[in-house]
């Protein structure tokens, strides 16, 4: 039904259990503000309403029927758009709306008219139990201390309960479920002739300072002096509310609906990902790395050698971090200006292995981020340090040595890859399946079953997860350089952890979900795996992509020559292993073929004593205590120990918590009450 054009007339005939009801909507309503709605604006948070006074007029009829007129003084803070009073009915009650009014300060009354909200004093029933009225325009500043009074008159039936030849009246006449304090309540009943209550009823019931929460529920025993039995009333048994109410039964979604969204579901999932595919493509993704026997010397000159080992590290990755620093030491160290070797922990294989670094040349022959590097790990003065001393003296103050090099590093790449800009993304497909997601939550909520609440709820709380795992499959995806498959196979599994159970829930339907949630899941999946797409999309230039091919291309030849008993390598390169990631290969060379291959090495030899190292000597696995992962384990592990950022002292955080209560007035069962407040 349309809510806009709502009878006046409306019959509640079934309704959930109220505490199943209120419990799936807390449960809801808990993660679908803090997932969703974490970004409210501080004008939303600023706002707030009371009531200054609640009249309330009612008289019982003959027939039962319960006339009421509410007088609502209300009163406004901040950017609210009007008021709201939402009606609690229980089976066979039925509620006739008589009219809204506004009410001046000399009492004349205005009747408002019904329409869409669009202008000041229309009014709406939203549904079948919520009616809104509007008395701000969005366009207009907000409320401050914004006195309204407004009339509402209706009429109830079915309100009094037939029990062993008598009538309960059990009526809460001041509605609980609102957000401010009403002042003053004035409740004035009046009953017809033919009913006798059993405890007079006074002339007026006052209340003062009604918190949140807080009822007015009149409970008499009646009895009827009539001729015939009153109409307005049902005098057919209840049943016991102390046992199980049958729930209604929801209305199954056909097996055909729920492969078109499942089918749905899997194709929005792959035109986002030829969406994906084809702006990663543009950017240079995807490209084949060029065959083994296509580089050679020649080609490894041109290409990497003439660069620096720390500028093709973070060409081939597109990120500065220990390991370029590791190869700014290896770099130097192959030049004579350090040497090195590693010691293993005292404790065994506890602990990284600590890396030994003696300067070599004088501290006014360096310069640049050498210099910088070299004063910030050598910070006594002296030409000795290594990892424990470097950790003990920075562990007060935090370290982080890519600081030293980044700029300079960073401006070497920029030279080569010149200005990169983002290749365009249309975002729109992604924005449009976000704010459909975000839609399709509370209209669950409000139209699901209590089962679907529960589904809802678990699916929210589950994204937190999923996120995790995308955050770790974009990272991932950012950092390397594949094929299609290879690239967005890891992307697709991340997404097809929160796919299967949505599909399992679509194709057998075990909890008999209504169609709301299963709406609701497949929007939420799609904009998640397209969150997740957007992420991961690359965001440098084709020319810095085309410098990452490159250094990919000759990576993989790295790679493959260290699987050779006889690689065609050099000594002078290993710094050049290190940027682009492949020490552990240098290790495992050496392990393999380091008896036949070369000689084995003094762990504790050390490397770069002498110019002549940077020379072009014969493949050994590095040179000295470069090579391999022996007892004291591998020279690059160690590099990167020292190479690692160490983080500022950890600031402690106290936090305390409070306490708050809550009262209600009333009985489940009393018929009446409701909500009241704004919108």
């Known amino acids: ?40 604006s501080q004008a939303q948070d600023d706002r707030s309403m009371h009531w200054d006074a609640l009249e309330v007029d009612a008289r019982l009829d003959a027939d039962g029927r319960l006339h009421v007129s509410e007088l609502q003084r209300m009163v406004f803070n901040g950017a609210w758009n009007g008021g709201e009073r939402r009606f609690s009915m229980f089976q ?139 109409a307005a009333v049902s005098h057919e048994p209840l049943p016991d509310i102390s046992e199980d109410l049958p729930v209604p039964v929801p209305i199954e979604v056909p097996y055909p609906t729920r492969i078109a969204l499942a089918a749905t579901m899997v194709a929005g999932a792959a035109i986002l990902l030829l969406i994906f595919s084809r702006r990663e493509a543009r950017a240079g993704r995807f490209r084949a790395l060029l065959p083994p026997d296509n580089i050679d010397p020649a080609w490894l000159d041109q290409h990497v050698y003439v660069h620096l080992p720390e500028v093709v590290g973070m060409l081939w990755d597109g990120h500065l971090g220990s390991t370029e620093v590791a190869a700014v030491l290896a770099r130097m160290s192959q030049e004579g200006k350090l040497a090195s070797h590693v010691e293993k922990a005292a404790d065994g294989m506890s602990r990284t292995p600590s890396l030994h670094l003696e300067l070599k040349v004088p501290r006014d022959h360096l310069s640049g981020y050498e210099a910088e590097l070299i004063n910030a790990l050598f910070f006594d003065g002296g030409t000795t340090t290594n990892t424990d001393k470097i950790q003990a003296h920075y562990r007060n103050t935090g370290f982080n040595p890519v600081n030293k090099i980044a700029v300079a590093v960073k401006w070497d790449v920029q030279r080569v890859v010149g200005m990169s800009f983002d290749v365009s993304f249309n975002v729109i497909p992604f924005l449009l399946l976000f704010v459909a997601a975000v839609m399709m939550i509370p209209v669950n909520v409000r139209f699901g079953t209590d089962e679907d609440g529960l589904v809802s709820a678990l699916t929210v709380f589950s994204l937190f997860f999923y996120a995790i795992f995308a955050l770790f499959g974009v990272a991932h995806y950012r950092r390397s350089y594949a094929s299609w498959f290879q690239s967005v196979a890891g992307l697709v599994a991340v997404a097809a952890v929160f796919a299967v159970p949505v599909l399992v829930l679509l194709l057998y339907d075990p909890f008999n979900n209504s169609l709301y949630l299963f709406i609701e899941l497949v929007t939420l999946w799609l904009a998640a795996f397209g969150g997740m797409l957007y992420g991961a999309r690359t965001h440098a230039g084709f020319k810095a992509m085309e410098q990452r091919w490159l250094m990919s291309s000759a990576r993989a030849w790295f790679k493959a020559e260290l699987k050779k008993s006889k690689p065609s390598l050099d000594d002078a390169r290993y710094p050049y292993l290190v940027a682009l990631g492949l020490g552990g290969d240098a290790d495992h060379w050496v392990q393999t073929f380091g008896a036949s291959g070369a000689a084995p090495f003094d762990r504790r030899e050390d490397i770069g004593a002498s110019p002549a190292s940077s020379g072009n000597q014969p493949w050994s696995g590095g040179g000295g205590a470069f090579g391999g992962a022996g007892a004291s384990g591998s020279w690059v592990a160690a590099a990167n120990g020292i190479a690692a950022s160490i983080p500022d002292p950890s600031t402690r955080s106290s936090s305390s918590s409070g306490s708050s209560s809550s009262s209600s007035g009333g009985s489940s069962r009393s018929s009446g009450g409701g909500g009241g407040g704004a919108w």
């Open 1 to 40: 039904m349309n809510a806009a054009a709502l009878p006046h007339n409306v019959s509640f005939l079934q309704r959930r259990p109220r505490n199943v009801h209120v419990a799936t909507r807390l449960i809801i309503a808990v993660f679908w503000f803090s997932a969703i709605f974490s970004f409210a």
């Open 92 to 230: 066979g009650q039925q509620l006739d709306f008589a009219g809204l009014a506004r009410v001046d300060e000399q009492g004349q009354s205005y009747p408002l008219t019904e329409g869409d909200l669009d202008a000041i004093n229309e009014y709406r029933w939203t549904d079948p139990s919520t009616l809104r009225w509007r008395s701000r325009l969005p366009k207009d500043p907000p409320f401050h201390d914004a006195t309204f009074t407004y009339r509402i008159d209706y009429v109830l039936s079915g309100i009094l309960r037939f029990e062993d030849e008598h009538y309960v009246l059990d009526h809460d006449f001041a509605f609980a479920d609102r957000p401010g304090i009403i002042k003053h309540f004035l409740l004035r009943l009046t009953l017809d002739p033919v009913w006798n209550p059993d405890e007079l009823l006074p002339q007026e019931i006052r209340e003062d300072e009604l918190k949140p929460g807080e009822s007015v529920v009149i409970q008499r025993t009646l009895q009827y002096a009539g001729a015939n039995r009153p």
